[in-house]
């Protein structure tokens, strides 16, 4: 069983719902009959991500995140960036100091290290331009990205069995058209799609993008369940997806797709028809079975 947790489902300036970071967990069985999943891969791990999951520990299901008070880190063995806006990474400098520091191995006096997915060049900018102000020193000497994580490069496409969950999730990357600098994909974002070798269903996570229906309409109409970004706004907007695009899918594909990263103003009773047109809003702190 493969399931989906949304750590918050809020945009990244939303003040009501944390940032939509996301985890996934394998299971052999079922959360019913396991105390703990046996893989978790975190998309993202924004500003709110570290608030975000103390809160979700807290949850009945979710105690394999905590340890004595804190967040227990070292039950997130892989970690996937689609690309590097604060409300995707702002939360792993924590994440690589804790598990450096309180949870090193008191035998090797090592820390523990989390997989870190993203593309060469997201992972090359995330060191250089995001961390290594905060964590470039450690042990009397300069670090490197490879003293807090295990980088591995997962290029659009391309799929890794190190990125896999139990040799029966592929989990792969695809380019978005989030931001362009003077062109399309000219600046690194990236969707995620989830799928079952077993039965070859795909879940579709959209990451941060304008609407793109020729880009990735396709995968979306294919896949079982998608989870499709949405600004609520009324006027267009140049770097995130209108409720109003969206409304233009195929009805069969809108009823299989659930919204987050959405703004405050989702309750104000405005969009109190979403269910009608789409599976729905996306909430946090619930768990989405993905695949049985």
């Given at each position: 069983?493969?399931?989906?947790?949304?750590?918050?489902?809020?945009?990244?300036?939303?003040?009501?719902?944390?940032?939509?970071?996301?985890?996934?967990?394998?299971?052999?069985?079922?959360?019913?009959?396991?105390?703990?999943?046996?893989?978790?891969?975190?998309?993202?791990?924004?500003?709110?991500?570290?608030?975000?999951?103390?809160?979700?520990?807290?949850?009945?299901?979710?105690?394999?995140?905590?340890?004595?008070?804190?967040?227990?880190?070292?039950?997130?063995?892989?970690?996937?960036?689609?690309?590097?806006?604060?409300?995707?990474?702002?939360?792993?400098?924590?994440?690589?100091?804790?598990?450096?520091?309180?949870?090193?191995?008191?035998?090797?006096?090592?820390?523990?290290?989390?997989?870190?997915?993203?593309?060469?060049?997201?992972?090359?900018?995330?060191?250089?331009?995001?961390?290594?102000?905060?964590?470039?020193?450690?042990?009397?000497?300069?670090?490197?990205?490879?003293?807090?994580?295990?980088?591995?490069?997962?290029?659009?496409?391309?799929?890794?069995?190190?990125?896999?969950?139990?040799?029966?999730?592929?989990?792969?990357?695809?380019?978005?058209?989030?931001?362009?600098?003077?062109?399309?994909?000219?600046?690194?974002?990236?969707?995620?799609?989830?799928?079952?070798?077993?039965?070859?269903?795909?879940v579709l996570y959209s990451g941060d993008?304008?609407?793109?229906?020729?880009?990735?309409?396709?995968?979306?109409?294919?896949?079982?369940?998608?989870?499709?970004?949405?600004?609520?706004?009324?006027?267009?907007?140049?770097?995130?997806?209108?409720?109003?695009?969206?409304?233009?899918?195929?009805?069969?594909?809108?009823?299989?797709?659930?919204?987050?990263?959405?703004?405050?103003?989702?309750?104000?009773?405005?969009?109190?028809?979403?269910?009608?047109?789409?599976?729905?809003?996306?909430?946090?702190?619930?768990?989405?079975?993905?695949?049985?």
């Amino acid at each position: 069983m493969l399931t989906l947790t949304f750590l918050g489902v809020g945009s990244a300036f939303a003040k009501r719902n944390y940032q939509s970071n996301a985890l996934l967990e394998a299971w052999a069985d079922s959360p019913e009959r396991q105390e703990a999943p046996d893989d978790v891969l975190l998309i993202d791990f924004g500003t709110t991500g570290p608030i975000a999951l103390y809160s979700l520990m807290h949850v009945p299901g979710f105690s394999y995140l905590s340890c004595d008070g804190a967040i227990y880190y070292p039950a997130v063995s892989k970690i996937l960036i689609t690309h590097l806006h604060s409300d995707h990474i702002g939360g792993l400098e924590e994440l690589a100091a804790m598990n450096r520091h309180r949870y090193r191995c008191q035998q090797s006096n090592e820390g523990v290290r989390a997989s870190l997915f993203g593309s060469a060049r997201v992972l090359d900018d995330l060191w250089h331009h995001s961390l290594r102000g905060g964590l470039g020193a450690v042990d009397g000497r300069t670090a490197q990205l490879s003293d807090y994580f295990v980088p591995v490069v997962l290029e659009p496409g391309v799929v890794s069995d190190r990125a896999g969950m139990l040799d029966r999730f592929d989990i792969s990357m695809f380019p978005t058209d989030h931001i362009r600098i003077s062109e399309r994909f000219d600046w690194p974002t990236f969707g995620v799609l989830i799928t079952d070798r077993q039965t070859q269903e795909t879940v579709l996570y959209s990451g941060d993008t304008r609407f793109d229906p020729d880009g990735i309409g396709a995968m979306m109409a294919s896949a079982s369940i998608s989870f499709h970004e949405v600004a609520l706004d009324q006027e267009p907007n140049p770097v995130h997806t209108t409720l109003a695009e969206l409304r233009m899918l195929p009805q069969e594909v809108r009823q299989r797709t659930w919204l987050y990263h959405f703004g405050d103003n989702w309750n104000s009773g405005a969009f109190d028809d979403i269910g009608e047109s789409f599976a729905g809003f996306a909430q946090p702190r619930v768990r989405y079975v993905l695949f049985e």
